[in-house]
């Protein structure tokens, strides 16, 4: 039976971190400050919002959020991340993804300031990660607080280790094939076109799911031993809880591959509260940086 390895624990600990050198911040008269941009009313967006500005508040950082209406020009968006990019007080701007159609998403992430870009969405943030400079890129949060997993029960260094990737999303996939390179994993990406995923899968001693389509991945495709984290926040119905009633799972059958896996993420309580924590953390970082 494989190790369970607790998300919410290691989030807990990144956050009293982050608490701790706020505090030594403070007192040189810095507080880190955090802006969280929401346009239109997508509830699961609102949900995840108010967290990471209540997470941000519980950190002791300067936390602002905004709330704009979903017929929002994308002029109007363009220039409140011009005043956030001017704001001295504003070391981390997040505009929550997806925004209304009308919206065009690229033009509002390379418009935040690099220096300010807490998701590491923009071009140069991307281009950092890519070309391994890691001491100056702001990584993205989810695939950072999956790679701080998978150092608690592998290491720092992946060598001589074989990772697969199953998805290519700019969030998750590339950016966490980018990552398990500069830790020396030999990475292959997976997708929607690959032929036999499950024999791919099955040569994987790092595994990592990122599809968004529920338990997917299944026992027989993870090698004995392999280390498994399952990125996908799934809801499905669940009515044996009752009527209309929900359940959240991961793109991973876990009660299949936790007979197999060496270590394996959770869902809930795995990769998705790393993912807070590690906005907390580059939010930290970024205020680190200006006050030099
Ligand atoms: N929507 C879903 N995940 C994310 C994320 O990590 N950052 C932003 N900005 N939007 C998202």
């Not at 949900?47 to 020009?73: D, I, M, N, W």
């Not at 300031?113 to 890129?137: C, E, M, Q, W, Y």
Request: charged content about 20%; hydrophobic content about 45%.
């Amino acid at each position: 039976m494989a190790d369970i390895i607790d998300g919410k624990a290691i989030a807990e600990d990144v956050v009293a971190k982050v608490k701790t050198q706020t505090a030594t911040l403070a007192e040189h008269g810095v507080t880190p400050g955090l802006a969280v941009v929401i346009v239109g009313e997508d509830p699961a967006s609102q949900v995840y919002v108010a967290s990471k500005s209540r997470r941000a508040k519980e950190c002791g950082f300067h936390s602002v959020q905004h709330s704009l209406p979903a017929e929002t020009s994308e002029d109007a968006l363009v220039a409140l991340v011009e005043e956030l990019n001017a704001d001295p007080a504003i070391h981390g701007i997040l505009v929550q993804l997806p925004l209304p159609g009308h919206i065009d998403e690229a033009r509002i992430i390379q418009t935040i300031d690099p220096d300010k870009d807490v998701d590491g969405f923009h071009f140069i943030n991307v281009g950092r990660l890519g070309t391994g400079a890691l001491d100056s890129a702001f990584v993205p949060c989810t695939p950072a607080g999956a790679m701080l997993m998978l150092e608690r029960v592998r290491g720092r260094d992946l060598s001589g280790l074989s990772a697969v990737v199953i998805g290519r999303s700019n969030i998750v996939g590339k950016p966490m094939a980018n990552l398990l390179l500069a830790a020396n994993a030999t990475v292959t990406v997976a997708h929607s076109r690959t032929k036999d995923l499950p024999a791919l899968a099955a040569t994987a001693d790092i595994l990592v799911a990122a599809v968004g389509r529920p338990e997917m991945v299944r026992g027989d495709w993870v090698k004995p031993g392999a280390t498994v984290i399952d990125v996908g926040i799934n809801r499905i119905p669940a009515p044996e809880k009752g009527e209309g009633k929900t359940r959240l799972v991961g793109d991973v059958a876990f009660a299949e591959a936790k007979e197999r896996a060496g270590a394996i993420t959770p869902v809930p309580g795995g990769v998705g509260p790393m993912t807070i924590a590690m906005l907390m953390a580059n939010t930290l970082t970024s205020a680190f940086r200006t006050a030099g």
